[in-house]
């Protein structure tokens, strides 16, 4: 075992030192006439910063209203309940594996979740280990080996509306921001 582990170690060690070492004349002919320049970070100009806010402005806004929202149905052994109107109150109990079938948020059509959570909180105290978003109002059920999950984010949706004026409360915005 350790010596499949060093094997695939060195491996990836030596893979690193070729790509990170130029290679010399030995390649000759096979290596590109002019070499790809290392990408490097130029600051935009302030007229192309002021273009790129207006093009990814309406993408981003699209983006944000999607966030709020999660559904999904999930297929995985396990069990799960969870009932939630954010961290003021919610009840969950679950352990599930599962491959999950929709959207949370911008993250879609297909997505793993696994779920290992008893606890309860209320006004925002927790008692044991809750694993959603706290803002989430919203239910989930997962009964042998499938489930369904619906919520909404209190967090996403002041995100979204605050978003119409460049805030990017949850750092998801694209492109360069204006409050930067
Ligand atoms: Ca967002
Ligand atoms: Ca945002």
Redesign the pocket.
Known sequence: MFSTTAKLFASVAAAAALSLCPLPSMAGGEMPAKPCAPAVQKPASQKGDVLHMILYYVPNRV??FV?IFRLSVGVGVGYGVNVRLTELAEVGLGNYESTRFGMKGRILPIYEENIDEAGVAFLGFVNGCLQRDPTEIGADLHVGVVGAQAAVSVA?AA??IVGFLMIDL?G?DLGPNPWD
Do not use: A, N, P, V
């Open positions: 983006l944000d966030d996403e995100d979204f949850q998801d």
